[in-house]
């Protein structure tokens, strides 16, 4: 094997000579970490575990490594294809077909070329959302928070506080094989928290700060990513802090972008805690034609981070403007109330 390791060899005696890497019948293999000897290495290998979105880097969204498949002595036995391919490193909520046999793409060789195909179901990952957005605006005070329990209260009462001794502790940040979180407590009880604030409003552009908030204590996420919908993210002018890519599903709608840390900036989003956060500025020109600060129309449609989508606050819970408020009865009453006195007095 070249670029990836067994974890256990099991039991080679069979082997007399050249002695197998692994032995199992059912293999658990790991990634090798970058800077490995030469070797070891293989094309597109050594990542670490680690792999970028195909969108973000092309070259570090691949992960590849090398294994020859054989049976101890002289047996002619054909090798079969692997049953009950699983992928335990990424975390629950992929579930992976069968293997099927197709025609080398790399290597001309005669060996046995297969592939599996692996999805993967949020639903399954996590019957609650990992994430959730708060807005807020120049124009309003008010501060809409995530929903409560927006990420399920189930981990309500493993939670610590911001404040609490338990952060002295070692190993409070140290992954633990189940990946259970570890999280501060928090009335949304999100790993992850994506607030958009609406800051500036020029004559013909608009800024919004975007800020990501890690609330677990035992996840450092990697090459992360967070996609926005809105309509005016085709007009996008500059982003401070982050990179971005448009993502462009349809030729004729363009309302969608991917942001994503800078290398060696903010590309890892560290733990819960004063690291814990990344934030950036976008500076977008307005489409006149569609621009409006009413009715919520500055806020996304959509948000997803590292590909789950968000929880958003309900539409009526938006910081709205100032003279689109409702109309008090109360105060409508002392108006009518000076009207008749006005008139009396002139009478």
């Not at 008010?142 to 939670?159: F, V």
């Not at 450092?220 to 462009?248: E, G, M, R």
Request: one cysteine or more; hydrophobic letters at 35%; glycine letters at 6%.
């Amino acid at each position: 094997m070249v670029g990836a390791q067994a974890t256990e060899q099991g039991d080679c005696s069979k082997f007399k000579g050249n002695v197998a890497h692994c032995c199992l019948r059912s293999p658990t293999i790991v990634d090798l970490l970058p800077g490995v000897p030469y070797n070891q290495q293989f094309s597109n290998c050594c990542k670490g575990g680690v792999v970028a979105s195909w969108g973000q880097d092309p070259a570090a969204a691949v992960s590849a490594f090398q294994v020859s498949v054989g049976v101890a002595g002289t047996s002619n036995k054909t090798v079969q294809l692997p049953k009950n391919f699983t992928l335990l490193g990424l975390g629950p909520g992929y579930t992976c077909g069968p293997a099927k046999i197709v025609p080398s793409t790399v290597f001309l060789t005669a060996d046995l070329t297969w592939n599996v195909t692996c999805t993967y179901s949020q639903f399954m990952a996590s019957k609650n959302p990992t994430c959730c957005v708060s807005f807020s605006s120049f124009y309003n005070d008010t501060i809409t928070p995530c929903p409560s329990c927006s990420g399920g209260c189930h981990n309500k009462n493993n939670c610590i506080m911001s404040n609490s001794n338990q952060l002295k502790k070692a190993g409070i940040n140290t992954p633990r094989k189940d990946n259970a979180p570890l999280l501060q407590c928090t009335h949304h009880m999100c790993p992850v928290r994506v607030h958009w604030h609406v800051k500036l409003n020029y004559r013909d552009y608009w800024r919004v700060k975007i800020a990501i908030t890690n609330f677990n204590y035992r996840m450092n996420y990697t090459q992360w990513t967070l996609v926005a919908q809105h309509p005016n993210l085709n007009n996008v002018t500059q982003v401070f802090s982050f990179d971005y890519k448009p993502i462009v599903p349809y030729q004729s709608i363009n309302d969608t972008g991917m942001f994503y840390g800078m290398k060696f900036y903010n590309d890892l989003l560290m733990d819960a805690g004063p690291a814990g956060n990344v934030q950036s500025e976008v500076l977008l020109q307005k489409n006149k034609e569609k621009f409006t600060l009413k009715q919520g129309w500055a806020f996304p449609r959509k948000v997803y981070f590292n590909g789950d989508e968000c929880k958003l606050p309900p539409p009526d819970a938006y910081p709205v403007l100032p003279n689109s408020a409702r109309a008090n009865p109360a105060g409508f009453l002392t108006l009518a109330t000076s009207a008749l006195l006005l008139i009396l007095s002139i009478c």
